[in-house]
């Protein structure tokens, strides 16, 4: 049973462009919400994260919206860059499952010079 | 800061031998470790959580006696793919966690096994 879902599965856009990444959620015990993002053949590393008390978090050019009422959250990269192309994952951790982290499926982003 | 290594970042060995991954975190104590598996083009897959100094809590369907996990230390954690074989081919990777309010996990570079 998954419970983050994530999309799209795939994503190409152009330098410059807007990349944007969903997730949704079922448990409502999740309380912290990292991205992550994966290049190929290394470890995925913690790019931003978000509470729940807050409906979105900016850094840089990273920025995740959170709706709690709906149980989404999704990840917008501006102006997107080649280096920005990998694999991006959502990611829920519960406290109740010993801060276990739920993933999504994955988004692999393609930016195009 | 939050630093994970992980050693070897890959390695082959024949089927039938045994393969010890190691997990560190260079720069902080932590609590809890875990281990996952990745398959191409996948998402990581939980194959187990370890805490220091006690047993590891495995995911449904993972063998114990297969993948064998020690934590003797909170910036040490090991994992021993025993008897490999090679459906057990791919990547390995570890990731702790200091335990802080939401208890992030830091991951390290990741292992890629093959199994002859």
């Known amino acids: 049973q998954q419970q983050v879902k994530q999309s799209p599965q795939s994503l190409i856009v152009q330098k410059g462009g807007i990349s944007i990444i969903n997730c949704a959620y079922e448990n409502t015990a999740f309380d912290y919400f990292p991205w992550y993002q994966q290049f190929p053949g290394k470890g995925p590393a913690l790019l931003i994260a978000?509470?729940?008390?807050?409906s979105e978090k900016k850094e840089g050019r990273f920025t995740i919206s959170f709706n709690k009422s709906a149980k989404q959250f999704s990840l917008h990269i501006m102006d997107s860059q080649p280096g920005d192309s990998a694999t991006y994952f959502c990611?829920?951790?519960?406290?109740?499952?010993?801060?276990?982290?739920?993933f999504g499926g994955g988004t692999r982003v393609l930016v195009k010079p | 800061g939050a630093v994970v290594s992980q050693h070897p970042s890959r390695v082959i060995c024949k089927s039938g031998t045994s393969v010890k991954i190691e997990c560190r975190s260079l720069d902080f104590q932590a609590t809890t470790m875990f281990w996952y598996r990745q398959f191409p083009k996948q998402s990581l897959m939980l194959m187990a959580t370890s805490n220091e100094g006690s047993k590891a809590t495995y995911e449904q369907g993972v063998e114990k006696d297969k993948f064998l996990i020690n934590h003797a230390s909170l910036t040490l954690s090991t994992l021993t793919v025993t008897s490999a074989h090679p459906e057990d081919s791919s990547f390995y990777i570890c990731?702790?966690?200091?335990?802080?309010?939401?208890?992030?996990?830091?991951f390290g570079p990741g292992t890629r096994l093959t199994v002859l």
């Open positions: 990611a829920a951790p519960s406290k109740a499952a010993g801060n276990k982290l739920t």
């Open positions: 978000i509470r729940p008390d807050v």
């Open positions: 990731s702790a966690s200091s335990g802080g309010a939401y208890n992030e996990q830091f």
